[in-house]
Nanobody, 121 residues
């Protein structure tokens, strides 16, 4: 099992910034990916940004140039710096940890509880 503790989020005006952080603990895999997803009311959960412990990153097109994901492998922590926030960034943001086991050739996914981000227009 992997436990995820999220922090950050809140209410901000459009154009402002917020920072989300997520720390994983427990059965940390040698090969893993940590990232942030978001879900707005009535919408499906979507990828915002993710990073592997090897340093590869992936961003949604809608956040490129505004959001930056970073990771501290020693602390198993991933952060998402969100700048120039827009009203349409309003959503519940979820941290996701995905670990790959070579023994079982399977990926194991864990989700945080979610943190709310509200951007006022």
């Amino acid at each position: 099992q992997v436990q995820l503790v999220e922090s950050g989020g809140g209410l901000v005006q459009a154009g402002g910034s917020l920072r989300l952080s997520c720390t994983a603990s427990g059965n940390i895999f040698r090969t893993d990916t940590m990232g942030w997803y978001r879900q707005a009311p009535g919408n499906q959960r979507e990828l915002v940004a993710a990073t592997t412990n090897g340093g590869r990153t992936n961003y949604a097109e809608s956040v490129k140039g505004r959001f930056t994901i970073s990771r501290d492998n020693a602390k198993n922590t991933v952060s998402l710096q969100m700048n120039r926030l827009k009203h349409e960034d309003t959503a519940d943001y979820y941290c996701k940890y995905s670990g790959y086991s070579s023994a079982t050739d399977r990926q194991y996914d864990y989700w945080g509880q979610g943190t709310q981000v509200t951007v006022s227009a």
